[in-house]
């Protein structure tokens, strides 16, 4: 038996597109982000912030406007390392990640503990991946942020 497919629109009506679509993967990431109601950070292939939705802001404890174009351990972020000291963790800084989804241009996940200005210490699970440009060149990093609350 033969059938024969016929379009339900005709050819020459345009359909709508999609908003991201022609953009590259890093901007089509920074337009999510930017906003999403989930708490979501981008970084370009330096290591720095390239959008920020609301949600992730209040948990890393600054405005998201404030953080464009900056690096995100040390300039936006404090990471604290998970030692019994809970001093300054910059060996560990690096391993967080949104950081270690840009060194290894892989998926990673662990724990990171970010001190706030007020000197609180949030604990926040970490999901991170790589972004691939044409050619599969480094784009940056997405990731999502979870709290951890206190049991």
Same mark, same amino acid.
């Given at each position: 038996?033969?059938?024969?497919?016929?379009?339900?629109?005709?050819?020459? /009506? /345009? &359909?709508? &597109?999609? #908003?991201?679509? $022609?953009?590259?993967?890093?901007a089509a990431w920074v337009s999510v982000a930017t906003a999403s109601p989930d708490a979501c950070l981008v970084l370009d292939h *330096?290591?720095?912030?390239?959008?920020?939705?609301?949600p992730a802001a209040v948990l890393l404890g600054e405005p998201p406007t404030t953080m464009h174009g900056r690096t995100l351990v $040390?300039?936006?972020? !404090?990471?604290?390392?998970?030692?019994?000291?809970? $001093?300054?963790?910059? =060996?560990?800084?690096?391993?967080?990640?949104?950081?270690? @989804?840009?060194?290894? /241009?892989?998926?990673?996940?662990?724990? +990171?503990? +970010? *001190? !706030?200005?007020?000197?609180? !210490?949030? &604990?926040?699970?970490?999901?991170? @991946?790589? %972004?691939?440009?044409?050619?599969? %060149?480094?784009?940056? =990093?997405? =990731?999502?942020?979870? #709290?951890?609350? #206190?049991?």
């Amino acid at each position: 038996m033969v059938y024969l497919l016929l379009p339900l629109v005709p050819a020459s /009506e /345009e &359909t709508e &597109t999609d #908003p991201v679509s $022609g953009l590259d993967p890093l901007a089509a990431w920074v337009s999510v982000a930017t906003a999403s109601p989930d708490a979501c950070l981008v970084l370009d292939h *330096r290591g720095r912030v390239a959008a920020c939705s609301e949600p992730a802001a209040v948990l890393l404890g600054e405005p998201p406007t404030t953080m464009h174009g900056r690096t995100l351990v $040390g300039d936006v972020i !404090h990471v604290v390392d998970f030692s019994a000291q809970a $001093g300054p963790g910059d =060996s560990y800084a690096m391993r967080i990640p949104p950081l270690l @989804a840009l060194a290894s /241009e892989m998926p990673a996940r662990g724990l +990171v503990r +970010v *001190r !706030h200005a007020d000197g609180r !210490h949030v &604990t926040l699970d970490a999901v991170s @991946a790589p %972004v691939h440009g044409d050619g599969g %060149v480094l784009a940056g =990093s997405v =990731s999502f942020l979870a #709290p951890i609350a #206190p049991g």
